[in-house]
């Protein structure tokens, strides 16, 4: 009887002590803030799958995601100390890196290695080249990236800037003025415009021309997970554990990009499950399968490529300081080049 009522004392103190350990746990997570580019979309849905799986939970992570105002907000956000990290924009980082050494946040893991930067004009209408943006009209919103680098895209093509006419206008009216043919081409986010003209009713492929940048001299990096200075300083294996959670999503939303949908939809259950799924698909085949991919994975990136884009940022937006590669990105929290092996579909 002694032995029972020990053994039974035992086993309830032991229930106990797992009782009180899990709010210790759950006390333990390091909170990240992070801010996605835009409102939700299809190519948001890993960060949703990494979360909901508790891929970030098993890093030691708390991951607050707030949908975000723009590639290059994502930057400034960081730097105001109200996130810790996000989805943004490289050539933005360079920007501040430029500007504010020091304070800009860092580049972590590389999605878009390829730029969303395009000029899309109808099939039927009179660019036919890109050296008939000569003499015409062409919209973009004020200081989007796409109009920015405009010049640099007449440089690199021998292009007279002061021939071209800009009309500025909303984000959300870019495709209805060009179906309407109140402009002759619109500046802008290609994985954006193309779902949107879906959207409208428009064959993209059929009835519309896309001029890539980054086929046309400007090859550049884009969007990826940067963070700020502070968590990269203070809490390294936060950032590591950040970033392999993530990866590790990614990996299983491109081989499943409907459950990845089906994911996103349960926070945002208003989203087009198709339009998305298209989405996911056209940034594979169109960001996210840049030359450089097949020797170094996703996340990575080559120095060289990096330095030519610093080059062209600094002269596109008459930067006074040039940033060195790796203040703008460090590869170091990477996973296993194994990990980082999975093959983008093309389009």
Known sequence: MITNRFARRAVLAGA?????AVPA????LTPI??????????????????QEKGYFKAEGLDVKIDQGEGSAATITRIMSGA?????GDMNAIIQQAANKPGEAPVMVYQIYNRPPFVLVTKASGPIKTIKDIEGKKLGGPAGSATLRLLPSLAKANKLDISKIEILNMAPNLQEQMLIQDQVQGSLVFNVTSYMNLIQQKQDPDKDYRWFNYGDLGLDLYSNGIMVS????????KAVAGLVKAINKAIK???ADPEAGVKTLAKVEPLINSDVEKKRIAYALGNL???????????????DDKLGRSIDLIAEAYDLKNKPKASEVFNRSFLPAKSER???PKSN
């Open 16 to 20: 106990l002590s797992v009782m009180m």
């Open 25 to 28: 746990v759950a006390q333990s």
């Open 33 to 50: 803030r992070f801010t996605l580019d835009f409102k939700l979309q299809g190519i948001h849905a890993w960060y949703y799958v990494a």
């Open 83 to 87: 996130y810790d990290a996000g989805f």
């Open 229 to 236: 200075q502070k968590l990269l300083k203070e809490n390294p």
């Open 252 to 254: 299983e939303v491109i």
């Open 288 to 302: 996210m399968n840049g030359a450089e991919f097949t020797e170094l994975g996703f996340g990575d990136l080559t």
């Open 341 to 343: 092996m999975f093959a």
